[in-house]
């Protein structure tokens, strides 16, 4: 449902749509931005600090993160307030893994941070599964060749251009994806308990 490289609409399309996809660069209609380069003092309890080894497939997960005191929270949120609704994608070590945002209450380490501009509204549904789609991971993999560290500059992800559908499309296609994405969610679920009671089988089952 994206179109490939030099093509400008995809193979498979909802019914309904027939206009041309346009190319624009990320930075147009996105306000691209990062968190902290710092290494603050963390203390044991506090405000969360994200950074990528926080961003799964699944979405955040905060079960192990350092914490920042008031101070540290409020100057780094001077550059890169998250805002529920956002888009989180890693940069530095794990490239990729991009999450919407569900909660604020939480700073960024060495963390892209891609809010959307009233002036050139997009989708964030949309963004994230082309920032999960094949042909962004080449791209990925292209700028990364050869490199010892895994990283992304943040002007790469600005220029990086993408052909965008009209806005009713683009609701369309994030809807969707969603939709496959919280059926995934719900079968692994199932899964991991499935895999827990079997583990609980074998060892009273089994001297």
Do not use: C
């Amino acid at each position: 449902m994206f179109p490939k490289n030099g093509a400008k609409v995809p193979e498979l399309r909802f019914a309904g749509f027939a206009d041309d996809w346009e190319e624009r660069k990320l930075g147009k209609f996105s306000d691209v931005r990062d968190g902290t380069h710092a290494s603050p003092k963390y203390v044991s309890q506090g405000h969360p600090m994200v950074t990528s080894k926080n961003l799964t497939h699944s979405g955040l997960d905060m079960t192990d993160v350092s914490f920042l005191t008031d101070k540290d929270f409020n100057e780094i949120n001077k550059r890169s307030k998250v805002s529920i609704g956002d888009i989180l994608f890693g940069m530095i070590g794990t490239i990729g893994n991009p999450v919407i945002v569900d909660r604020d209450d939480f700073a960024i380490k060495n963390v892209a941070l891609i809010k959307e501009k009233t002036s050139n509204p997009i989708t964030n549904k949309w963004l994230l599964q082309y920032l999960k789609s094949p042909s962004f991971n080449r791209f990925i993999k292209k700028e990364n060749a050869g490199g010892t560290q895994k990283f992304i500059a943040l002007g790469l992800i600005r220029d990086m251009k993408l052909r965008v559908p009209e806005f009713d499309e683009q609701e369309k296609i994030g809807s969707f994806f969603k939709q496959l994405d919280d059926t995934i969610a719900l079968h692994q679920r199932k899964l991991d308990l499935l895999k827990e009671q079997k583990k609980g089988y074998l060892q009273k089952m089994f001297v």
